[in-house]
């Protein structure tokens, strides 16, 4: 049924009433195996359709159509997953919900939940790979977190539309620093696609080698975009926006011990050390510019900022447990050859 759906959005395809049936009866199914369940195959499959759906929306005319992708069927479909899929996010993280800190305590309350969650920089794959891992482990690790990397930009100018003001001001900011301030071979995605290239990994490697993405990383970067696609949303994205910026800084400087340990020149690192400097400015900025002044005009809406935080914080942990098991166990080829396909 994936390269069905995967047909449907890009193929110029006359959706039929069986289509529809049958598109409606699957989804529902993994759906419910996936989110209700726990079932680990359906919850893959499920992230996968989320994933092509979402693509499919940032995809340009000229490089991959998707002709189909405003279909009411292929709404319904998104729908189905995301339906389920929030829900069993919002039991998950309720619980996180029940104790929130007054207004003004708002910002140190974040930057200590943040630091102090085991995802960031306390959990062992950072020092492992700082200290210990090979070449071909720290490219499987960073092969994983390629989806997210090479569309942070994208997503950043996907929270643009609609918000006017200071928040919008720092935003485009963001954005600027994401497109290199208008220099192209500055541009975050650029600098990033110099260290795929070198460690043989194509740019377009999350869309052409997808089918290698840990589960994990496809619940993480379908966070981001499933939010990022919704405006009704925008408030839990900027808690998920705000959680990345604060902690990205820590562990890439475990990363650039890594690398270079390894032999990586500064030049092949440049990705790296920029996120080490302007992730800071980036958090406090959206902490002390947009987070906070939302809250003093409506502090009901901590708890939707609080649900991004923890989701955002929980999906990287996951990620990492998972990448810390495949990596230190070699339970992949992690010098797999991207060329042969
Ligand atoms: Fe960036
Ligand atoms: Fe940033």
Known sequence: MLNHLYSLIH????????????????????????????????????QRALYNLYLGRLAVPWEKRAINVNH???????????????????????????????VEDFPSWVQDYASNHYSNDLHPIFPFLAKEASLGQMRE????????????????????PGLYGLPKMELVRNYWDEVGCGVENRVHRNLRSQLMQYLGIPADAYISHADLLICEELELINLYLGLALNREKLT????????????IPGQFNYLIEG?????????????HMEHTTVDEVHAQDLLYRIVMPILKDAPHLMSDIVMGVSRRLDASGAVRDKLYDRICNLSVDVNRNYALR
Do not use: C
């Not at 995301?82 to 029940?98: D, F, G, I, N, T």
């Not at 690398?259 to 990705?271: E, F, H, P, Q, T």
């Open 11 to 46: 193929e110029p395809i006359k959706i039929t009433h069986q289509d529809r049936d049958s598109f409606i009866n699957w989804s529902s199914a993994v759906a419910q195996r996936a989110f209700i369940e726990n079932d680990q195959d359906a919850k893959l499959e499920a």
């Open 72 to 102: 009411p069927l292929l709404t319904e479909i998104q729908f189905i997953f995301e339906q389920s899929w929030y829900e069993a996010e919002r039991l998950k993280h309720e619980p996180k919900l029940q104790s929130l800190p007054q």
């Open 141 to 160: 690790f960073f092969f994983q977190e390629t989806p997210l990397e090479m569309l942070f930009g994208d997503i950043v100018g996907l929270m643009l």
């Open 236 to 247: 839990q994205l900027i808690g998920v926006m705000l959680t990345t910026e604060l902690v």
């Open 259 to 271: 690398w270079k340990r390894l032999g990586i020149s500064d030049a092949m690192l440049a990705y």
